[in-house]
């Protein structure tokens, strides 16, 4: 029983970053530090983002088919390997977003109802 | 697995690359270039860590790990050349034995013969499921009132003389029936080919449709030859057409040089002729849905039918089908039992070759503990270390395959173009295919798991703990094992191969030397048929004589005869029933004997070397005039007559009641095989009973393979079309010594593959004990032991399991030797060469097994074992 929640929080916490991912890509591609950089300030810095883990993430994204990468050149004239969404990510995004908000009023719902 | 391509280098490019965009922006915010360098490596956290993930999660590990393991075990395996030379070698032979014999299984049973839908073509078979002979007439009736065959074909076999203008030439053609490649869906190489429209009654159709060997061998691919005239028996054809290079005829043991209508070479009395049973086979495509037992009972309805209305000329005719290719059970069933066995026994090699494997490789294992307890004990997960045995076993397993698949591709092929009878071109495709390859390479995967998987219980059982404290624990011991029963059961079966392989091979070079009661060396065979070219009876013995003479003439040649079909010329001799001098009841029950029957010119005993023992042979004058004479062999004077001395002057009667005079006695000998018991023979003048089938038998002084090419021209002055087959008496006799040959060779090649596995076998019991007792063996040597005693340590179970299983093979091939000599002409074991042999062979075997762990157990040095460990 208690493996079972162990693994589910963890695929929570791994979908959570995924998501994110995806979301920031939905304004177009993006290299891997400007990805971080995006997450970071978009959450006005609330998120604090190890940007180390990011690669595993993004590794696994791209194996999925959910974005699709190839080598370019940043604003600042700097080769770097940019992401840009496919459509089965895209899909993908709209799937998690809402699954993410559901959950998310269903675990707000509780902790308000307990707090009552 | 395969999917990602992404190099390692490409994802840490990526990362330098996100380290220097981050350190750049964090200049841009005023941090010197060495502080923000150092921010954006701490922002990023463990590079390593980052780049171990991306490793780890990809596939690359699994292939790095094979890679890896790989290499170790090539490694390994050229460091102990011993051991993997004999590995190999032993897979090599036993795959290769087994891919050989599968391709003959897939030859003779999976892909019978080479036509569109073989899987619908059956044969017919009559009364209980021997014969196969039909009259026309009755082919006719089966073909057309039958409703179970789209078709039905038959076909003949028949040795004509072919005339093309140049050279006549002895050939094997089928006589079909006109819808005969019709029915099999046969399209035309080239040209056209016969159909049944084609036939308007005896005598039509004069075509001829080649083989395509023949064509390419006789005609050079020329494509003119389509329209061509040739004369077939002196009788005029035309060439329409040859057939496709993949259709070898319907009858697997003899591929035909041409096909012709029977309707153009049989005549009207025969084609008409009800009774008698003379067409080979007939075959056919089962309709769509019909089973083969609807069709045999359909068929054995007509036959039932044919049999009332023709009850004077038909039996009883009770149909079975059987797959077309072997004849039907007569030559199928003993094929089909013969190549089961053999890959019975292949598949036994096989498995006692992994079983011999798994024992050296448990040895390997054994020697290797202390190295495997280290990685465990380093944290290595038994897995991985199972993983690397397996690697390894693999390594040998499938290089020995591919060693075995080539080995066996090259005997095969050499068997394709093998022909043991020029006379008889055999027709079996033998050729490995891709299903061939397909087992072979699936019995080396699977070979190798099987052996690899002897040392895991080894490998989970392994205490690091207790090995890397105290070396490897041995308790010595005395039970027999299963693995060392398995050795000397093999070491007794590789004894009763050797032996009898010996034993068959003495008896074979003895029946090459033996008495067979005439002389065959220095003798040629001129085999000529008058009737293939076309001569009628009254001119035969004329031309008979005109040859003998021609064959005096030739300088060298001492003597020349004639017969219709000398003693073990493999031409067919034939048998009558005689009756003694009294008897007045000429019928069946009263004969005396069934004499062989040979009929001969004068000289013949003089040609063949076989001495007259009383009176005289014959002279031109025992003619049609004269009183009509005979000379008998030993066994029919003593049969007949009593004894030799009361037969000569005496009186016989033929089997139509002619009295016969014995005039001479000749030597027993052999006449249709080496080892047969002696039977009685008669010898006739040919002058006084006739025959068109003519062996010139011509004596030389010298090598008479000189004189084949005179002999040929000779011949073919007196008459240019006049087909010869020329041959040395020893040559012809090969047919008879075929199966003694076919025996030892088998008997040799079983013996070389017993030989290796018990080598094999006994390498690794023996390999086994010098590893598990290395301690031991460096005690005692520490303690002044000999090497002698050191050896009787070391391998002295090894050499015993080979003395009482070469000794109780030894024994069993002497009981089997009884069994062989009704194959092999003087097949004896009561042979001290035999003994010797055996003896000797089984002596080397050993020491070649035990050559490599007694080096290493000699060359164990006290000092640094006793540190080591």
């Known amino acids: 029983m208690s493996t079972q929640e162990d693994k589910e929080r963890l695929e929570l916490l791994q979908g959570t970053l995924d998501l994110l991912i995806l979301r920031t890509l939905i304004f177009g591609p993006h290299h891997g530090q400007g990805i971080a950089r995006a997450i970071q300030q978009t959450s006005d810095e609330e998120l604090l983002v190890e940007h180390g883990a990011l690669y595993p993430a993004l590794q696994r994204l791209e194996e999925r088919g959910w974005i699709s990468a190839k080598w370019g050149t940043s604003s600042n004239n700097r080769k770097a390997r940019f992401y840009s969404l496919t459509a089965a990510g895209r899909k993908q995004l709209g799937k998690e977003t809402n699954k993410w908000k559901r959950l998310a009023a269903a675990i707000g719902r509780i902790l308000e109802s307990e707090g009552g | ?869």
């Open chain 2, 1 to 869: 697995m395969f999917r990602r391509k992404r190099k390692a280098g490409d994802f840490s490019a990526e990362i330098e690359a996100h380290i220097r965009l981050e350190a750049e922006r964090l200049r841009e915010q005023g941090l010197s270039e060495k502080d923000a360098r150092a921010a954006a490596r701490r922002a990023f956290g463990n590079v390593t860590r980052a780049q171990e993930q991306f490793y780890e999660s990809g596939r690359w590990l699994w292939w790095d790990y094979l890679w890896r393991d790989l290499r170790f075990a090539l490694r390994l395996l050229r460091k102990s050349p011993g051991f993997s030379f004999v590995a190999v070698a032993t897979l090599a032979v036993a795959i290769g034995a087994n891919s050989v014999v599968f391709s003959a299984l897939n030859a003779f049973l999976l892909r019978p013969l080479n036509v569109p839908q073989s899987e619908s073509l059956y044969g017919l078979q009559f009364g209980g499921g021997h014969r196969g002979a039909l009259s026309y007439p009755n082919y006719v009736d089966f073909r057309d009132r039958n409703r179970s065959f789209d078709g039905l074909a038959m076909y003949q076999m028949t040795r004509v003389g072919l005339d093309t203008g140049r050279n006549p030439t002895r050939a094997w053609l089928y006589e079909v029936s006109g819808n005969y490649f019709d029915v099999l869906k046969i399209q035309p190489y080239l040209g056209r080919l016969f159909h049944s429209s084609d036939e308007h009654g005896a005598g039509s159709a004069p075509y001829i449709v080649l083989s395509y060997a023949y064509w390419h061998g006789h005609f050079q691919d020329d494509a003119g030859v389509v329209g061509h005239r040739v004369e077939v028996n002196k009788r005029p054809y035309t060439i329409i057409g040859v057939a496709p290079p993949e259709f070898r005829g319907t009858f697997l043991l003899l591929s035909p040089d041409f096909f012709v209508p029977m309707v153009s070479f049989e005549d009207e009395n025969d084609l008409n002729r009800r009774a008698g049973r003379w067409i080979f086979e007939t075959i056919g495509h089962l309709k769509a849905g019909v089973t083969p037992a609807q069709a045999a009972a359909d068929l054995s309805s007509i036959g039932d039918y044919l049999q009332k209305t023709y009850a004077k000329d038909n039996g009883k005719m009770n149909v079975s089908l059987s797959r077309a290719g072997l004849y039907g059970d007569t030559f199928g069933r003993p094929i089909r039992g013969f190549v089961a066995a053999l890959m019975l026994l292949a598949a036994l090699i096989l498995l006692a070759a992994c079983a011999n494997l798994g024992s050296l490789f448990a040895a390997r294992a054994a020697d290797r503990s202390r190295e495997i307890a280290l990685r465990l004990a380093l944290g290595s997960s038994r897995l991985r270390i199972l993983r690397q045995l397996f690697t390894e076993a693999l390594v040998i397993s499938l290089t020995g395959g591919a060693i075995g698949i080539l080995g066996g591709s090259l005997l095969l092929r050499r068997l394709m173009v093998w022909n043991p009878f020029p006379q008889f071109p055999t027709n079996v495709p033998l050729n490995p295919d891709a299903s061939v390859y397909a087992v072979a390479a699936l019995l080396a995967f699977v070979s190798g798991i099987l052996f690899g998987a002897v040392p895991v219980k080894q490998v989970l059982h392994t205490d690091p703990y207790e090995i890397v404290k105290s070396g490897s624990v041995t308790k010595a011991g005395r039970r027999i094992t299963f693995r060392e029963v398995l050795v000397a059961v093999q070491i007794a079966i590789c004894a009763l191969l050797v032996t009898s392989s010996m034993v068959a091979v003495r008896g074979l070079m003895r029946s090459l030397h033996s008495n067979f009661g005439f002389e065959p060396d220095d003798v040629i065979l001129a085999d000529t048929d008058l009737t293939m070219a076309g001569y009628p009876d009254n001119a035969v013995p004329a031309m008979q004589k005109r040859m003998i003479e021609t064959m005096q003439t030739i300088p060298g040649v001492t003597a020349v005869g004639l017969a219709n079909c000398p003693p073990l010329a493999g031409c067919g001799a034939s048998r009558a029933d005689i009756f003694t001098d009294a008897t007045s009841d000429l019928s069946p029950s009263n004969v005396a004997a069934s004499p062989m029957m040979y009929q001969i010119s004068p000289e013949f005993f003089a040609a063949a070397g076989a001495p007259l023992l009383a009176g005289r042979g014959f002279t031109w004058h025992d003619d049609k005039n004269a009183p009509r004479v005979a000379v008998i062999n030993e066994t029919f004077a003593r049969k007949i007559f009593g004894s030799q001395t009361n037969a000569l002057g005496r009186y016989y009667k033929s089997w139509n009641g002619t009295r016969i005079q014995v005039v001479g006695i000749v030597q027993d000998g052999k006449y249709t095989s080496l080892t047969e018991e002696p039977q009685a023979a008669m010898f006739l003048p040919i002058l006084q009973s006739p025959s068109s089938q003519s062996f010139l038998i011509v004596r030389s002084e010298s090598d008479p393979r000189q004189l084949a090419g005179a002999i040929r021209s000779s011949v073919l002055e007196l008459d240019a079309g006049l087909p010869v087959f020329i041959q040395t008496w020893p040559e012809s006799m090969d047919f008879f010594l075929f199966g003694s040959r076919m025996a030892t060779a088998s008997l040799g090649v079983l013996g070389a593959l017993g030989a290796i596995l018990s080598i094999t076998g006994i390498f690794g019991i023996a390999a086994y004990s010098v590893s598990k007792r290395l301690r031991e063996l460096g005690i005692r040597m520490a303690l002044g032991a000999q090497w002698k005693e050191v050896l009787g340590a070391a391998l002295g179970r090894a050499v015993k399991l080979l003395a009482f299983g070469s000794a109780a093979g030894l024994l069993l091939g002497i009981l089997a030797s009884r069994v062989l000599s009704s194959i092999v002409y003087q097949a004896t074991s009561r042979d001290p060469l035999v003994l010797t042999g055996v003896v000797l062979a089984m002596a080397l075997l050993g020491l070649v097994a035990t050559w490599i762990p007694a080096q290493r157990a000699l060359s164990i040095d006290p000092a640094i074992l006793l540190r080591e460990e």
